[in-house]
């Protein structure tokens, strides 16, 4: 069970789109519809902001949004704000109530 | 709106076994189809699952770990447990302690953690 790959680091200036991707392979993202994204700000805990590759929680806001194509993940944040200056984890089910994290994607916005 | 909770020691010492407790509130831990998980993050690290046990006490391990770990829950006190043994200072970590509502699902709601060091 490896952890799926997401870039070290991504950025935006405010009001700018950036799009993270989470590739796993075809025994974990591949094959289940159950990838989820997390925001964490620095010594916070995990917010859920994507479920099931694009559904949103109640009150997250719909800049953010998800996709999915064979075996890579994506996450949207559309519209960029200062506040989304954070580090973003997918995860994916992996079968057998076993779950992969990625390895976190810092955003900086500019 | 639920709440959970981590309690145990922020210090353990090397090769001994951590034991961490997660208190629900506002919800109980055995109604189908809640499943309740561990998840750690080492200093500047990436987030990893535990393991997860259902609302009917099954038990499911991350294979990496699955040696060393054993979770429980007691109902009436809306706790589930994490026991770790043979810890090593890479188990230090903050440990949270999250909800699934479902086998698949996503972690939906969470602790805020607590960070246990392990020293030599």
């Known amino acids: 069970q490896s952890a799926l790959t997401q870039p070290p680091s991504a950025s935006g200036s405010p009001g700018q789109s950036v799009t993270i991707s989470c590739t796993g392979t075809?025994?974990?993202?591949?094959?289940?519809?159950?990838v989820s994204w997390y925001q964490q700000h620095p010594g916070k805990a995990p917010k859920l902001i994507i479920y099931?590759?694009?559904q949103r929680p109640s009150g997250v806001p719909d800049r953010f949004s998800g996709s999915k194509s064979g075996n890579t993940a994506s996450l949207t944040v559309s519209g960029l704000q200062a506040e989304d200056e954070a580090d973003y984890y997918c995860?994916?089910?992996?079968?057998?109530?076993?779950?992969?994290f990625g390895t976190g994607t810092k955003v900086t916005v500019l | 709106q639920l709440q959970l909770q981590e309690s145990g020691p922020g210090l353990v010492k090397s090769s001994e076994t951590l034991s961490l407790t997660c208190t629900v509130s506002?919800?109980?831990?055995?109604?189908?189809?809640?499943?309740w998980a561990w998840i750690r993050q080492a200093p500047g690290k990436g987030l990893e699952w535990i393991g997860t046990i259902s609302y009917d006490a099954r038990t499911y391990y991350n294979p990496s770990l699955r040696s060393r770990v054993i979770m429980s829950a007691d109902t009436s006190k809306k706790q589930f447990s994490l026991r770790l043994s043979s810890v090593t200072a890479a188990d230090t970590a903050v440990y949270y302690c999250a909800r699934h509502p479902g086998s698949a699902s996503e972690f939906d709601y969470w602790g805020q953690g607590t960070l246990v060091t392990v020293s030599s």
């Open positions: 075809s025994s974990d993202v591949g094959v289940y519809n159950y």
């Open positions: 506002d919800g109980s831990i055995n109604i189908n189809p809640y499943y």
């Open positions: 995860t994916s089910y992996a079968g057998r109530t076993t779950y992969v």
């Open positions: 099931e590759v694009s």
